[in-house]
Every structure is written in C-alpha cells, then in structure tokens.
C-alpha cells in the first residue's frame, strides 16, 4: 500500500547549490502536486502537472525553480542556485483525477539551506 | 484573513476530553478536506467534505460544513495523547479553473496532555 513517496526526506545545501526533490505518485495517479511549507505556515501550492505536462504554475517562483513529471519516473522539483529563504519543506501529493478527488500527500521533502 | 483559516490557533486538553477546531474560508467551495500533521512529518488525510454534505463522520472524528456561514468544524471525541497534531482544513474551490487547488490555512495545535 505505497502511498506517495518523496526523497530524499531531508537536504541540505550551500548557497548557490542545486537541490533536486523527487516525488513518485500513489500507483494509478497521473495528477501531481507540488507544495511548499515554511516554518509555522500552512501549506502553499506551486505547481500541477499531469504526465508530461505542467498544468498550472502559478504558485511556482519564476526564476531558479522547475518541475516536470516524464512519462516514466518520478515527478521531479528543482531549485537552481538556492538561497536561504527556500529552506522549507516541500511536500508531493497526488490525485487520480483534478476534480473533487481526494488529494494525497507524501511525507515531505525538508530542505535547509546554509 | 486566507481562505481556510483554522481557529483557535493552538488548543491544550486533556486526555479524554473533545476537541474542536473551526475553519472559515471565503469562496464558494466544491469541497473542503481536513488533514493532520506530526511535527517534522508529512500530511495524513483525515476527511473530505463535499459542499452538498452537512456532516460526516470517521471513528472518533466528526466534520460539520455550514456552506451559508462559509465555515467548518472538526470534532475529535475522547481525545487521546497521540492526537498531538497540528490540524489543517483546506478548501477547493468550486469555480474557474482551479478546482483541484487545495488552499490551507495556517492550522490549528492541538496538544493532549496525559
């Protein structure tokens, strides 16, 4: 009974680093979820993507991140050049559908940059 | 105040004793889901609501959802100390092309004493 599982669980990186934050989805969901936590927040959406395609990124910062989801493997977050004020934790969740389904989540990603 | 925003923030009890947390949001909804949080852990969901549904029940917990009031309510019976959590409501809205973004609050902390 896999549910959505995230590595690594924690990261750590120097200023100016990359970080790379994998997400495969519960078996059967082709709708990901990417959000993001800072300390004593609730959680904020970034990015919707669907196999092979980002449906929305509104919530997702213009500059230094990107998501993908290929068509084989994991769903993929990547920070270029981090700084100090992207340490947070980023969680995956997935869905099997984009309409009233329940969304699940995955245990997070909890990135500290130093 | 956000969309999804928990009251109290933080909640101390006894074990035995009910909890309740309030949620109020401001858009129309399609449904709006509770989740929970151990410290330093990923979300665990706990009900969905849709906006059609008055109540609904799972063990010992009981969500009401007052579409009118644009508010809803988590009851946890006969708490217990691993009910230590932080609790989320989240809420997806019923318009647009949005319907599968959660928007969370910032939480409510309950803490169950032995």
């Known amino acids: ?114 | 105040s956000q969309q999804g925003e928990e009251d109290p923030q933080a909640l101390s009890i006894q074990e035995g004793e009910n909890a309740t947390m309030n949620c109020s949001y401001k858009t129309s909804i399609n449904n709006l889901q509770w989740y929970r949080q151990n410290s330093g852990r990923g979300l665990v969901h706990l009900i969905l609501i849709r906006s059609n549904e008055r109540e609904k029940h799972s063990g010992r917990l009981r969500v009401t959802l007052d579409t009118s009031k644009k508010s809803s309510s988590l009851l946890i019976t006969a708490s217990r100390a691993a009910d230590t959590a932080s609790y989320f409501c989240a809420t997806v809205p019923n318009s647009g092309g949005s319907n599968y973004k959660l928007t969370f609050g910032k939480g409510t902390l309950l803490t169950v004493n032995p």
């Open chain 1, 1 to 114: 009974n896999a549910g959505v599982m995230q590595n690594p669980r924690h990261l750590v990186r120097r200023r100016g680093q990359e970080a790379r934050l994998r997400c495969s989805p519960v078996k059967g969901h082709s709708h990901v979820y990417w959000y993001r936590q800072l300390p004593e927040e609730g959680l904020k959406f970034m990015v919707y993507l669907q196999k092979e395609n980002i449906i929305d990124e509104s919530g997702m910062p213009k500059e230094r991140f990107s998501a993908e989801f290929p068509k084989e493997g994991p769903s993929i977050l990547r920070i270029q050049q981090v700084v100090r004020g992207d340490s947070a934790a980023y969680f995956c969740a997935s869905s099997p559908g984009s309409y009233g389904n329940t969304i699940y989540f995955g245990e997070g990603s909890w990135l500290t940059v130093v």
